[in-house]
């Protein structure tokens, strides 16, 4: 009796070990590690999703004022329980059985805890980017998101938003987060409606609240050189400087033209931008905001009132969205752990990069952002739906698909402009579907928030050392529900991998696993499957 329950105690004290307690390695700013066999690595920048896990492959990776276009973070988490990871931007590369990292001004941390992704995961979320507690905000997650980007380009205005607005309702979709985008403004940097397009825009809120909608703005960091903020904001010394003396507002150039860069080292900017995002709210009763335009490659080269690098001017941007628990980010730098929703960057209307989706949402939750959205249903990038002649039905249908169990889904394209009746109808289920799922992953944000764990998660992190490591093309949310869309052109049929348990799937169907199994996948079907107890 005596043995076991020194056994029972010594096994106890393992698992803490192993679940708590890490190994770290002394703290250098250049480190080579030397692969183990069958290990393979995540993290970095979220749009090598497709490229993760790393292993014997040659990749390299300067994080300097490189975030790739959407989230980085300068972590990297193994399924063997190992990770790196510094404050400061990692400059690293895989190739020939090892890693050669460095970081610059700051040290390289390495260290091993546990023995899976899941418990290495664990420990360097609590340790560097520990949960707050806290979620955005809840309509988020229950009910679909709609941008007017798409249907309205850089024509936004009252009349089409309202226009737009109430097609939801009337084509029975569920109403949720409106999100207003690019040019319902004055000028870059000046925060206020047009006048011109926008004739009555606090009654336009109004009605769109009574609709059932939150609604979000889109603001960027520059500021039009020919406005009085830039000579207002230039005065103080809160734009980024061209020049070492600095003494010249730098002028940058972005998607959009020619502009002003707020400096957010200089906490006047930060001041400054903040009082107009709250003005919004308090005139007119904007819920949010979607926090655009954050990649740190736009201060690379400048200089600012105190001297941070690129990559802290995209953090203290993304920062300024949390006054504001309806707001959304793509192009941050460290912000793991915030309670903020951070979506995938714009996607092609193509099958390659619908195929994009779950491998990326799989690198977005396991460099610690858990509140994530993908892309826009069938692409976000406007030059795809420039020619509706070429417009793909299937593919808007099956990226409805793919999305529907996400923590968000967000429409742009209108369905109902671009989809046949019958494909419509399969949108509007799939739109249905997420907000009946809502109320459960609303409580997976809110685990989320105190665990710092994802939400969606791939099968390694749930099942490991089953040789899941590989598979991208389907995803779990939570441990319980396993998502098996289809990515394909055409296909009708698909295999799907079940980890250990019993499974019932939508069709009613009951599969035990470990197994692999071909069903039938018409376009109407989405097949999920929940593990049973």
Wanted: charged share 25%.
């Amino acid at each position: 009796m005596l043995k076991y329950r020194i056994s029972g105690a010594v096994l106890y004290l393992l698992f803490l070990y192993s679940t708590v307690f890490a190994q770290v390695n002394p703290s250098e700013t250049k480190k080579e590690i030397m692969l183990l066999q069958n290990e393979k690595w995540w993290g970095g920048a979220v749009v090598d999703g497709p490229k993760m896990p790393y292993n014997q492959d040659t990749f390299v990776y300067n994080q300097y004022a490189n975030c790739k276009g959407n989230q980085s973070q300068p972590l990297f988490i193994s399924n063997k329980g190992r990770f790196i990871w510094s404050e400061k931007p990692l400059n690293i590369e895989f190739s020939k059985g090892k890693i050669n990292v460095e970081a610059s001004g700051a040290e390289v941390i390495s260290g091993k805890s546990g023995e899976s992704l899941k418990t290495v995961y664990n420990y360097v979320s609590k340790q560097f980017f520990p949960a707050t507690g806290k979620i955005p905000d809840s309509l988020f997650f229950s009910n679909p998101q709609y941008n007017t980007w798409i249907e309205l380009q850089y024509n936004q205005n009252e009349k089409d938003i309202l226009k737009y607005a109430q097609a939801i309702v009337d084509n029975g979709f569920p109403t949720g987060v409106l999100m207003i985008d690019d040019n319902w403004q004055e000028y870059y940097g000046t925060w206020e409606f047009s006048g011109t397009r926008f004739q009555h825009p606090k009654a336009m809120v109004e009605k769109l609240h009574k609709m059932g909608f939150k609604v979000m703005l889109w603001i960027v960091p520059f500021v039009s050189s020919d406005s009085p903020n830039f000579r207002q904001l230039a005065a103080n010394k809160s734009l980024i400087f061209a020049d070492k003396e600095k003494t010249k507002p730098a002028i940058v150039e972005w998607w959009n033209g020619y502009s002003g860069l707020l400096d957010f080292s200089n906490p006047d900017a930060t001041t400054w931008l903040s009082s107009q995002l709250k003005n919004l709210v308090d005139k007119y009763g904007i819920d949010g905001f979607k926090v655009d335009g954050g990649n740190p490659k736009y201060y690379d080269g400048l200089y600012s009132l105190n001297d941070v690098i690129p990559n802290e001017q995209s953090e203290l941007y993304a920062k300024i969205g949390l006054d504001f628990p309806l707001s959304e980010v793509k192009d941050t730098w460290k912000m793991a752990g915030q309670p903020i929703a951070q979506r995938l960057r714009d996607k092609f209307h193509t099958w390659d990069d619908l195929q994009l989706l779950i491998p990326d949402m799989i690198a977005l939750g396991l460099i610690g952002h858990p509140f994530s959205c993908p892309d826009m249903i069938g692409g976000g990038d406007l030059v795809s739906f420039k020619d509706l002649s070429v417009l793909d039905e299937e593919l808007v249908v099956r990226s409805a698909q793919v999305s529907a169990f996400m923590p968000m889904m967000q429409f742009s394209a209108a369905p109902w402009r671009v989809l046949s009746k019958e494909n419509l109808e399969i949108c509007r289920k799939m739109a249905i579907l997420h907000t009946k799922m809502g109320s459960e992953i609303l409580e997976l944000a809110k685990q989320s928030a105190k665990t710092g764990e994802p939400i969606l998660r791939n099968m390694e992190y749930v099942f490991p050392r089953m040789g899941y490591e590989e598979i991208k093309d389907q995803y779990l949310i939570g441990d319980n529900i396993l998502v098996t869309p289809v990515t394909k052109k055409g296909l009708r049929a698909r295999e799907v991998i079940f980890p250990k348990g019993k499974w019932k799937g939508d069709d009613g169907s009951i599969v035990i696993g470990p197994v692999k199994k071909n069903i039938e996948v018409p376009l109407e079907r989405l097949a999920w499957y929940r593990k049973l107890n």
